[in-house]
Protein backbone atom coordinates (compact mmCIF):
# COMPACT_ATOMS: atom_id res chain seq x y z
CA UNK A 1 0.00 0.00 0.00
CA UNK A 2 1.02 3.73 -0.71
CA UNK A 3 2.58 5.65 1.75
CA UNK A 4 0.22 8.84 2.64
CA UNK A 5 1.41 12.49 4.01
CA UNK A 6 -0.56 14.56 5.88
CA UNK A 7 0.02 17.73 8.22
CA UNK A 8 0.05 16.77 11.34
CA UNK A 9 -2.66 19.29 12.37
CA UNK A 10 -5.03 22.02 11.12
CA UNK A 11 -7.44 24.63 12.45
CA UNK A 12 -10.83 25.80 10.94
CA UNK A 13 -13.45 28.51 11.41
CA UNK A 14 -17.03 26.95 12.13
CA UNK A 15 -19.34 27.22 9.10
CA UNK A 16 -15.88 27.42 6.50
CA UNK A 17 -15.00 25.03 4.19
CA UNK A 18 -12.17 22.71 5.42
CA UNK A 19 -9.72 21.34 3.14
CA UNK A 20 -7.87 18.51 4.53
CA UNK A 21 -4.52 18.08 1.89
CA UNK A 22 -3.20 14.48 1.17
CA UNK A 23 0.27 13.13 -0.62
CA UNK A 24 0.14 9.83 -2.01
CA UNK A 25 2.99 10.15 -4.68
CA UNK A 26 3.78 6.45 -4.69
CA UNK A 27 0.36 5.19 -4.99
CA UNK A 28 -0.13 2.32 -7.88
CA UNK A 29 -2.80 2.34 -10.54
CA UNK A 30 -5.56 -0.03 -8.53
CA UNK A 31 -4.84 1.74 -5.24
CA UNK A 32 -7.91 4.28 -3.64
CA UNK A 33 -8.20 7.20 -1.85
CA UNK A 34 -10.11 6.60 1.28
CA UNK A 35 -10.73 9.33 4.16
CA UNK A 36 -12.09 8.20 7.20
CA UNK A 37 -12.23 10.10 10.49
CA UNK A 38 -12.07 9.26 14.33
CA UNK A 39 -13.77 11.36 16.53
CA UNK A 40 -12.34 11.07 20.05
CA UNK A 41 -13.18 7.97 21.82
CA UNK A 42 -14.87 7.07 19.08
CA UNK A 43 -14.08 3.88 16.36
CA UNK A 44 -13.62 5.89 12.85
CA UNK A 45 -15.71 6.23 10.33
CA UNK A 46 -15.55 6.34 6.83
CA UNK A 47 -16.60 9.20 4.95
CA UNK A 48 -15.69 9.25 1.13
CA UNK A 49 -13.63 6.95 -1.31
CA UNK A 50 -12.42 7.53 -4.84
CA UNK A 51 -10.39 6.56 -7.62
CA UNK A 52 -9.37 8.82 -10.53
CA UNK A 53 -12.54 10.72 -10.32
CA UNK A 54 -13.45 14.09 -7.90
CA UNK A 55 -16.39 12.72 -5.57
CA UNK A 56 -19.07 14.23 -3.60
CA UNK A 57 -21.51 12.70 -1.02
CA UNK A 58 -23.37 13.96 2.03
CA UNK A 59 -20.74 14.65 3.87
CA UNK A 60 -17.61 16.18 1.75
CA UNK A 61 -16.11 16.30 -1.67
CA UNK A 62 -12.77 14.13 -2.58
CA UNK A 63 -10.61 16.31 -5.23
CA UNK A 64 -8.06 13.91 -6.73
CA UNK A 65 -5.37 15.38 -9.19
CA UNK A 66 -5.14 14.22 -12.35
CA UNK A 67 -1.26 12.69 -12.03
CA UNK A 68 -3.30 11.16 -8.49
CA UNK A 69 -0.08 12.56 -6.47
CA UNK A 70 -2.16 14.21 -4.02
CA UNK A 71 -5.82 14.73 -2.95
CA UNK A 72 -8.04 16.91 -1.15
CA UNK A 73 -10.77 16.11 1.65
CA UNK A 74 -13.36 19.18 1.58
CA UNK A 75 -15.81 19.38 4.92
CA UNK A 76 -17.81 22.39 3.15
CA UNK A 77 -19.56 23.91 5.98
CA UNK A 78 -17.69 22.42 9.04
CA UNK A 79 -19.23 22.45 12.27
CA UNK A 80 -17.97 21.79 15.61
CA UNK A 81 -18.99 18.14 15.49
CA UNK A 82 -16.11 17.72 12.63
CA UNK A 83 -13.25 18.18 15.24
CA UNK A 84 -11.46 14.97 14.69
CA UNK A 85 -8.62 12.99 13.27
CA UNK A 86 -8.55 12.23 9.66
CA UNK A 87 -7.33 10.04 8.14
CA UNK A 88 -5.63 9.78 4.62
CA UNK A 89 -5.60 5.69 3.05
CA UNK A 90 -4.34 4.59 -0.09
CA UNK A 91 -5.41 1.20 0.10
CA UNK A 92 -5.34 -1.82 -2.45
CA UNK A 93 -8.33 -2.39 -4.48
CA UNK A 94 -7.89 -6.60 -3.68
CA UNK A 95 -8.38 -6.49 -0.01
CA UNK A 96 -10.42 -3.90 2.72
CA UNK A 97 -7.12 -3.55 4.34
CA UNK A 98 -6.45 0.08 5.76
CA UNK A 99 -2.59 0.90 6.61
CA UNK A 100 -3.71 4.02 8.49
CA UNK A 101 -1.09 7.06 8.90
CA UNK A 102 -1.09 9.59 11.71
CA UNK A 103 -3.64 11.40 10.13
CA UNK A 104 -4.41 15.29 10.49
CA UNK A 105 -6.29 16.73 13.73
CA UNK A 106 -8.64 18.78 12.38
CA UNK A 107 -10.10 21.47 15.25
CA UNK A 108 -13.17 23.43 14.33
CA UNK A 109 -13.36 26.40 16.11
CA UNK A 110 -16.29 28.59 16.94
CA UNK B 1 -30.06 -1.79 12.00
CA UNK B 2 -28.09 -3.04 14.27
CA UNK B 3 -23.71 -1.84 13.72
CA UNK B 4 -20.62 -3.73 14.74
CA UNK B 5 -20.41 -4.39 18.40
CA UNK B 6 -17.67 -5.32 20.39
CA UNK B 7 -17.47 -6.89 24.10
CA UNK B 8 -16.41 -6.32 26.58
CA UNK B 9 -15.98 -2.59 26.34
CA UNK B 10 -13.54 -2.82 29.28
CA UNK B 11 -11.03 -5.53 30.16
CA UNK B 12 -8.00 -5.27 32.44
CA UNK B 13 -5.80 -8.09 33.09
CA UNK B 14 -2.50 -9.28 34.39
CA UNK B 15 0.52 -9.75 32.60
CA UNK B 16 0.41 -13.68 31.84
CA UNK B 17 -3.29 -14.03 31.21
CA UNK B 18 -5.08 -14.96 28.56
CA UNK B 19 -8.05 -12.66 27.35
CA UNK B 20 -10.57 -13.23 24.50
CA UNK B 21 -12.09 -10.20 22.31
CA UNK B 22 -15.58 -10.59 20.96
CA UNK B 23 -17.23 -8.79 17.66
CA UNK B 24 -20.32 -9.09 16.49
CA UNK B 25 -20.14 -7.89 12.42
CA UNK B 26 -23.09 -6.44 10.70
CA UNK B 27 -25.50 -9.05 9.32
CA UNK B 28 -24.31 -10.20 6.30
CA UNK B 29 -21.26 -8.58 5.91
CA UNK B 30 -18.36 -11.34 4.65
CA UNK B 31 -15.62 -9.23 4.98
CA UNK B 32 -14.50 -9.00 9.13
CA UNK B 33 -11.13 -6.97 10.24
CA UNK B 34 -9.34 -6.33 13.89
CA UNK B 35 -7.30 -3.39 14.19
CA UNK B 36 -5.77 -1.84 17.07
CA UNK B 37 -5.03 1.73 18.36
CA UNK B 38 -2.11 2.02 21.30
CA UNK B 39 -2.09 4.97 23.13
CA UNK B 40 -2.26 8.28 21.34
CA UNK B 41 -0.83 6.24 18.24
CA UNK B 42 -2.33 5.89 14.70
CA UNK B 43 -4.67 2.51 14.17
CA UNK B 44 -3.05 -0.86 13.34
CA UNK B 45 -4.08 -3.52 10.87
CA UNK B 46 -4.02 -7.16 12.51
CA UNK B 47 -6.33 -9.32 10.83
CA UNK B 48 -8.98 -9.66 7.94
CA UNK B 49 -11.32 -12.53 6.81
CA UNK B 50 -12.88 -12.67 3.49
CA UNK B 51 -15.87 -15.26 3.42
CA UNK B 52 -14.16 -18.94 3.63
CA UNK B 53 -10.91 -17.77 2.42
CA UNK B 54 -8.02 -18.16 5.11
CA UNK B 55 -7.55 -15.23 6.73
CA UNK B 56 -4.91 -12.08 5.74
CA UNK B 57 -2.93 -12.70 9.12
CA UNK B 58 0.10 -10.39 8.03
CA UNK B 59 -0.32 -7.22 10.93
CA UNK B 60 -0.49 -10.06 13.64
CA UNK B 61 2.32 -8.51 16.06
CA UNK B 62 3.54 -11.79 17.32
CA UNK B 63 2.29 -16.06 17.80
CA UNK B 64 0.31 -14.66 20.86
CA UNK B 65 -2.19 -13.41 18.93
CA UNK B 66 -4.52 -15.38 17.26
CA UNK B 67 -8.21 -15.16 15.67
CA UNK B 68 -11.28 -16.68 14.77
CA UNK B 69 -14.19 -16.55 13.29
CA UNK B 70 -16.84 -18.85 13.30
CA UNK B 71 -19.85 -19.34 10.85
CA UNK B 72 -18.95 -16.54 8.79
CA UNK B 73 -19.99 -14.20 11.55
CA UNK B 74 -19.07 -13.62 15.06
CA UNK B 75 -15.35 -13.10 15.67
CA UNK B 76 -12.81 -13.70 18.69
CA UNK B 77 -9.69 -12.32 18.85
CA UNK B 78 -7.03 -14.03 21.34
CA UNK B 79 -3.63 -12.88 23.33
CA UNK B 80 -2.36 -15.37 24.75
CA UNK B 81 0.47 -14.44 28.12
CA UNK B 82 -0.39 -10.93 27.54
CA UNK B 83 1.94 -8.29 27.86
CA UNK B 84 1.98 -4.68 29.19
CA UNK B 85 2.54 -3.66 25.53
CA UNK B 86 -0.52 -5.25 24.06
CA UNK B 87 -2.42 -2.57 25.90
CA UNK B 88 -4.96 -0.74 23.08
CA UNK B 89 -8.07 -0.44 22.26
CA UNK B 90 -9.11 -3.51 19.65
CA UNK B 91 -11.33 -2.28 17.06
CA UNK B 92 -13.10 -4.61 14.70
CA UNK B 93 -14.44 -3.22 11.37
CA UNK B 94 -17.32 -5.30 8.76
CA UNK B 95 -17.75 -4.75 5.35
CA UNK B 96 -20.06 -6.23 3.14
CA UNK B 97 -17.28 -7.31 0.90
CA UNK B 98 -13.50 -6.84 1.11
CA UNK B 99 -12.02 -5.10 -1.33
CA UNK B 100 -11.04 -1.39 -1.49
CA UNK B 101 -14.24 0.03 -2.68
CA UNK B 102 -16.00 -1.53 0.43
CA UNK B 103 -16.82 0.57 3.27
CA UNK B 104 -15.74 -0.65 6.46
CA UNK B 105 -18.08 0.06 10.00
CA UNK B 106 -16.34 0.18 12.60
CA UNK B 107 -17.42 -1.14 16.34
CA UNK B 108 -16.84 0.79 19.90
CA UNK B 109 -14.34 -0.94 20.57
CA UNK B 110 -12.70 -2.95 23.28
CA UNK B 111 -10.35 -1.00 25.80
CA UNK B 112 -7.32 -3.61 27.19
CA UNK B 113 -5.35 -2.67 30.19
CA UNK B 114 -2.90 -5.17 31.18
CA UNK B 115 -1.29 -4.62 34.30
Known amino acids: DAKTTQPTSMDCAEGRAANLPCNHS???????VYWYRQIHSQGPQYIIH???NNETNEMASLIITEDRKSSTLILPHATLRDTAVYYC???????????FGQGTTLQVKP | GAGVSQSPSNKVTEKGKDVELRCDPI?????LYWYRQSLGQGLEFLIYFQGNSAPDKSGLPSDRFSAERTGGSVSTLTIQRTQQEDSAVYLC?????????????FGPGTRLTVL
Open chain 1, 26 to 32: TISGNEY
Open chain 2, 27 to 31: SGHTA
Open chain 1, 50 to 52: GLK
Open chain 1, 89 to 99: IAGSSNTGKLI
Open chain 2, 93 to 105: ASSLLAGAYNEQF
